[in-house]
């Protein structure tokens, strides 16, 4: 196989880098130096939310970087996401144009809707008294005039199981170009990775080095003897073969990290590849438990 995989196309025909700076919980005061950094070392995906409150410290790192001639805004990807309070249909293009304000764009390349639950005006966590009954037919018929606007290049969704996403396809005049969702060597997501290639969505892993849950998920991935084996023959860290796998079951991947080493590190992924008869030991890799892990279904 080519050892080189920079993008992946979707299925608008847009190429969506490979690897991306994924921003969720990054600290105020740390999250501007941290895009320019990954910038200047060669990210051209950052992943944002309106969610995550620091789409207004990564817009103004942003505008810095157009303005010096750093990188050019047509050569960053950048995706961010429908919050949970926001689904109402006449709330979606409002959502969009406080996620463009803050971040100084025209566009985002991908706008996602961040959870198949919708919430209450106001609610920042999602607890079951938060909760609404979600109209995701709506709120998706607004996703899909974000696109035909052009603010939006390409729409999808995120934390989306198969049946959320059957139940989406049957009502969609747009198909989604993305699911995005938390994918890595302890949590594979087979039957979902099988479902989305059938019908042309691609899967973006987000906490490709472990889950959000916990550090126990973490330290699965990074510690698995399989991994750490593939590391040594191949003569890279397990944090590189657990991305690296990732891209070549066909996800982008969305590590995070402030460090200047490990952002590097992170992208050096690109040029290598794990053997193609190792790949399938993968999925011997004992998977978390749902208790792990937050699904959705």
């Known amino acids: 196989m080519a050892d080189k995989i ?69 050569d960053v990807w950048i995706t961010s996401k429908l919050w949970c309070t926001d689904h109402f249909p006449e709330d979606v293009p409002k959502a969009l ?65 198969s049946k959320k996403l059957g139940d989406l396809l049957k009502v969609a005049r747009i198909i989604p170009a993305v699911n995005q969702v938390e994918l890595h060597p302890v949590w594979q997501q087979p039957k979902l990775h099988e479902f989305c290639q059938s019908k042309g969505i691609h899967l973006t892993g987000y906490s490709p080095l472990g889950s959000q849950a916990g550090e126990n998920v973490r330290k699965k991935v990074l510690d698995n003897p399989f991994v750490k084996m593939v590391a040594q023959e191949v ?5 590189q073969v657990a991305l690296r796998w990732g891209l070549q079951m066909g996800h982008s991947v969305l590590p995070k990290s402030i460090s200047e080493a490990r952002l590097k590190e992170n992208l050096d992924v690109l040029h290598w590849f794990i053997p193609e008869e190792l790949l399938p030991k993968f999925s011997q890799i004992e998977q978390a438990s749902n208790s792990f892990i937050f699904v959705l279904s």
């Open 235 to 239: 003569g890279k860290s397990p944090a």
């Open 97 to 161: 144009n406080k996620t463009l304000l803050d971040l100084q764009l025209d566009y985002v390349d991908l706008y996602l809707i961040h959870w198949p639950v919708s919430a209450k005006k106001g609610a920042v966590v999602v607890k079951a008294e938060n909760l609404t009954q979600p109209d995701i037919p709506s709120t998706w018929r607004a996703m899909e005039a974000l696109y035909d606007s052009g603010k939006a290049r390409a729409i999808g969704v995120s934390n989306f199981s």
């Open 6 to 74: 920079s993008f992946f196309e979707l299925n608008t025909g847009a190429k969506i880098p490979s690897v991306g700076l994924g921003t969720y919980g990054a600290k105020h005061g740390v999250i501007q130096n941290t895009v320019t950094t990954a910038i200047k070392v060669g990210y051209r995906h950052i992943d944002c939310a309106s969610m995550y409150n620091n789409e207004k410290e990564i817009g103004s790192a942003l505008k810095k970087l157009f303005n010096e001639g750093i990188v050019r805004r047509e």
